[in-house]
Structure formats: structure tokens, C-alpha cells
């Protein structure tokens, strides 16, 4: 899913990993049972033993108890009835009471604890304005219009699906965030003898709806309207196999590929399938001069000393700032990139909710040609590797365009690199509160002391460029630019006077170029 989105505020970029000191904090407990009779906890008569936090091979927190150990995802809730008594609602097992005589660790471990199950159960601590619009947004007709009609992204998913029989041929299956329910359809369609069509928004009521119009349908899909957080027992037992379209920009803006590994911990079965069940975040550096200008003189406003009497010169900056502090999402022409892409793979049978609160991406290009290089650019692919074949869904600058298109990250002051050198940095991606991530770009040449940053790039507050600018590029077997894109050769000719601008009125770092006014590039690509 993907949508534009309101502005957030910024916030500090240095936040640690969530919870990190806790792995192995622990603390004696005894065991008790409910009396029935007596209608009270009373012991059980077990020996104490340690109960603590610990992390799997897969980093996800789990709680270990002498009799069990159980993830977080089993806890429904943690209540401390006293100083030195707590109760856990397991999912499987019910209640489970537990005695401390230490009042003053109790109280430290059900903290921690408390703690980590926020940072697990993000969408509790998610900023209710934001979450509402989420919810309201995906309510809409339109909007699950806008996605049905992304060709690319229907089509893929369905052939993923129908041409994966054996994943679901008698199978039960979770549909999460069904929005229209068209992936529980299609998972009838392949042979699901049952679907739960997990939609927190009221589009449930659209999925009942076409799924009592379909007479083929109606029997086997059950509509679950609520957050996939708040589901008990609605959902009968563990499914075989996951189905979602948790996809935002960059893959992971919105956040909800988080509620997609809760419903894996919470619903699958082991060894169960998830479509999709991977996707790797694709970035590599760019040079477009048109882009870098537009940006630039989206201040211009602001550069008026005569506004009816009022100098608006002081608040130039401040514009100048807001324009490249906005990632640009549009359709990038292959020949801008300046380098063969790396890839960060995240496997969803196994990555952590944790794990997605702080995202590094390191990176190392060698640029083969004279240029400003003006940012980097992004993109996704999503796995769908069934035990009948593997289906990919690119979102790649040489694949047909998607409603996701393709987005990238400016630099305000652009490097300017000579062929062979090489640039390095790190892209830094950080968790925010309004299911979104600020994005910092730290980029330098190689070898040498010259650099530029973006230090605080808001996700969650896109440029739709394609709708905004005449500019703007269209990949063939994609839809015309509705802003009047110009046709090739014009478009060369703008980027070729816009580079010539820039090289007069923008600063740059890097070494001394030549031969720029000449924009066409090689581009090694994937």
C-alpha cells in the first residue's frame, strides 16, 4: 500500500536500539495456581526459579520461565496484582501467576518487560491522529480503486497466489489488512478452504459484501474487522499460510510489514508460508539537474523583499531546508542512476519487529563518468517464493511503473566526482511514532576529507513529483504523466539547460569536473 501523507514533526536522530540492556534480565519467581474454591492465588508448591528476557536466534524477545517459554506475541497481558505478585495471560495456556518476594525487582522486571512488549506492539505507542487518518484513508473506495487498478501489482500478486496451488489447496489462510479482500479472493481461488480477511478499517463491510455476491466466495472467507494487534479468538487456531499487501514506499513507510510479522507470530504455523515472504530494499546514486533545480527554486518565494511592505528574505532558509527535507516519489529514468544498484534483503519468516526500529544501509559505488551526483535513489522488490515456483514483484526504474513508483533522497549541497573515484556513506533509516521513518543520507568521495549529508529526511512527507511537475519522467507500458510530461528529447534538452544553470548558481563539493554540460550517462543496471 501506498498513499500520501501528512507532514510530521522532526524529531533527534541518535535514538539507541530499542531495549538493548534487557537481553538476560531475570528475576526469582514462585509459582502459583487459581483456586477455584477459594477464589485466590494460592502456591503451587514448586521450588523458585529464575524467570527471565531473553532473545532467539531470530532477535525476537521471549520470557523464560522454569516451565516455559513462551514470545511476546503469546502475551495478551501483564498485570501486577500487588508488590510481589504478577499475572501473565497466555494465549495457549491461559493464567499464569507468579510470586516475587523481592518487591523492588518485580516492580524493575514487569517494567522492562512492559517495555519490551511496547517496542513489539509499536501500534499501541503510534500517535492517534496518525492512525485514524491511516484507517480513515483505506476506508475509501477510491483510494482501494487507485491500488486494484495498479496492474502490475494485482496482476503479480494473483499469479504468486493461483500458481502457487500447493500453499493452498485445502489450506486455511490470514489475509492481513484485506482492504477490497481481492487477495482472500484470489487464495479461494487457488484452492483455500478457508480465509480470514483480517481489515481494521470499515472496508470489512465491502469485503462481506462482494463476498456475498460471489456465491463461491461466501462460505470461505470470514471477515475479521479489527487491528491485527487486537485479535484473540476470532482467528481459530494457527493458518497455513500468511497473505498481505503490507508495502509502503521504500517498503517499509507506514509500517505495517510490523502488524504483518505479528500476525507470523501470532497465526502461522510452523514452517507456514508467507506471500509475500521476502523483499530487499535496492538504493544507488543519482545525478538529475532538473530535480536539483526545481528543489531549489521552490524558495524563490521567499526571496521577496517587498511583500506588501514586509522583507521575507529571513525565511528563505528555513523554505530551502523544508524543500529537500522531502523525499521526491516519481518515475526515476534509468539513465540518472550512476551506478549498479546493492540490495538489502529482509526475510519475513525470520526478521524481527524489533530489528525494523533502526535500519542501516552502508554503501561503497564507483562512479564511472565525470558528474554531480545529486542523491540517491530507491526502490523495492517483493519475494513470493512458493513450493510451485517464485513470483517477483520489481518496482525497479526499468520495470513497468507502479502506484509505489520510485523515490529518491537529495542531497542540498551535491557532490561533484570525477570517473573512477568512488563514494561511501551509510543511509540510516529510524522509527517514528507516526508509522513512518526519518531518513538520514550521509555520503563522501573516497579517500578524501569532501562530503555532504541529508540529515533529517521526513518519509512520512512525500513530493508526489509525477502529479507535480511537467518534468517529470514515464517508464514505457506506464500510464502518460497527467502534469503533461514532454517527450524524450525535449526532456534531454531541459536536463541539459537545467545542469548548465546549476553549474553557475549551485554549490557543490567534490573535485573539479569537466565535460558535465554533456548529461547522458552509461548506466549499469541490474
Avoid at 63 to 89: C, G, H, K, N, Y
Avoid at 240 to 255: Q, Y
Wanted: charged content about 20%.
Amino acid at each position: 500500500m501506498a498513499k500520501p501523507t501528512a507532514k510530521a514533526a522532526p524529531a533527534p536522530f541518535s535514538r539507541p536500539s530499542p531495549n538493548l540492556a534487557l537481553d538476560g534480565a531475570e528475576v526469582t519467581m514462585s509459582p502459583c495456581r487459581f483456586d477455584q474454591a477459594e477464589l485466590r492465588w494460592v502456591p503451587t508448591g514448586e521450588a523458585a526459579g529464575k524467570v527471565s528476557l531473553k532473545k532467539d536466534s531470530g532477535k525476537n524477545w521471549r520470557l523464560v520461565m522454569p516451565s516455559q517459554d513462551v514470545a511476546l506475541s503469546e502475551i495478551r497481558t501483564v498485570s501486577q496484582l500487588s508488590p510481589q505478585f504478577v499475572v501473565f495471560e497466555l494465549v495457549s495456556k491461559g493464567n499464569v501467576g507468579l510470586q516475587c518476594k523481592d518487591e523492588g525487582e518485580l516492580k524493575k522486571f514487569v517494567t522492562e518487560l512492559s517495555r519490551c512488549r511496547a517496542d513489539y506492539e509499536r501500534f499501541e505507542q503510534y500517535e492517534q491522529g496518525s492512525v485514524q487518518s491511516y484507517f480513515q484513508y483505506y476506508a475509501k473506495l477510491a483510494n482501494q480503486q487507485n491500488m486494484l487498478q495498479d496492474g502490475v501489482r494485482t496482476s503479480t500478486y494473483r499469479r504468486a497466489i493461483v500458481e502457487n496451488p500447493d500453499d493452498f489447496k485445502q489450506k486455511r489462510a490470514l489475509d492481513l489488512g484485506a482492504g477490497s479482500g481481492i487477495l482472500s479472493f484470489f487464495a479461494v481461488q487457488a484452492g483455500a478452504e478457508k480465509v480470514y480477511a483480517v481489515e481494521a478499517s470499515s472496508m470489512g463491510e465491502v469485503i462481506r459484501i462482494l463476498s456475498d455476491a460471489n456465491d463461491f466466495l461466501g462460505p470461505k472467507i470470514e471477515v475479521v474487522n479489527r487491528p491485527v494487534e487486537t485479535v484473540t479468538d476470532e482467528v481459530d487456531g494457527k493458518v497455513d499460510v500468511l497473505v498481505s499487501e503490507p508495502i509502503g514506499t521504500f517498503l517499509f513507510n507506514e509500517r505495517m510489514i510490523e502488524s504483518y510479522l505479528v500476525a507470523r507470530d501470532r497465526f502461522l504455523k510452523p514452517g507456514g508460508k508467507m506471500y509475500p515472504n521476502a523483499g530487499t530494499i535496492c538504493i544507488a546514486p543519482f545525478s538529475d539537474a532538473m530535480l536539483h533545480w526545481e528543489q531549489q527554486n521552490k524558495s524563490t518565494f521567499w526571496k521577496n523583499t517587498d511583500f506588501y511592505g514586509v522583507d521575507l528574505t529571513a525565511a528563505e532558509k528555513r523554505s530551502q531546508k523544508e524543500s529537500f527535507r522531502s523525499p521526491i516519489v516519481d518515475y526515476i529514468n534509468p539513465e540518472c542512476l550512476l551506478s549498479k544498484a546493492i540490495e538489502k534483503r529482509f526475510d519475513f519468516t525470520t526478521i524481527s519487529v524489533e530489528s525494523l526500529q533502526s535500519i542501516e544501509i552502508p554503501f561503497e559505488f564507483e562512479i564511472s563518468q565525470p558528474c554531480l551526483v545529486h542523491g540517491m535513489a530507491g526502490w523495492f522488490d517483493a519475494y513470493f517464493e512458493g513450493s510451485n515456483q517464485t513470483v517477483l514483484l520489481s518496482t525497479a526504474p526499468w520495470c513497468p511503473g507502479t502506484h509505489w513508483y520510485q523515490i529518491r533522497f537529495l542531497l542540498e549541497v551535491p557532490l561533484g566526482v570525477n570517473p573512477g573515484q568512488c563514494i561511501e556513506g551509510v543511509l540510516k533509516m529510524e522509527a517514528n511514532n507516526v508509522q513512518s521513518y526519518y531518513i538520514k543520507l550521509q555520503m563522501n568521495i573516497k579517500g578524501t576529507n569532501i562530503s555532504s549529508e541529508a540529515p533529517c529526511i521526513d518519509l512520512k512527507d512525500p513530493e508526489y513529483r509525477f502529479y507535480s511537475s511537467p518534468n517529470s519522467y514515464t517508464p514505457p507500458g506506464t500510464g502518460a504523466n497527467p502534469a503533461g510530461q514532454p517527450q524524450q528529447p525535449q526532456q534531454q534538452h531541459t536536463y541539459a539547460q537545467a545542469h548548465a544553470l546549476q553549474s553557475q548558481i549551485a554549490p557543490m563539493r567534490g573535485s573539479q569536473v569537466n565535460g558535465c554540460g554533456g548529461y547522458g550517462m552509461e548506466t549499469t543496471m541490474q
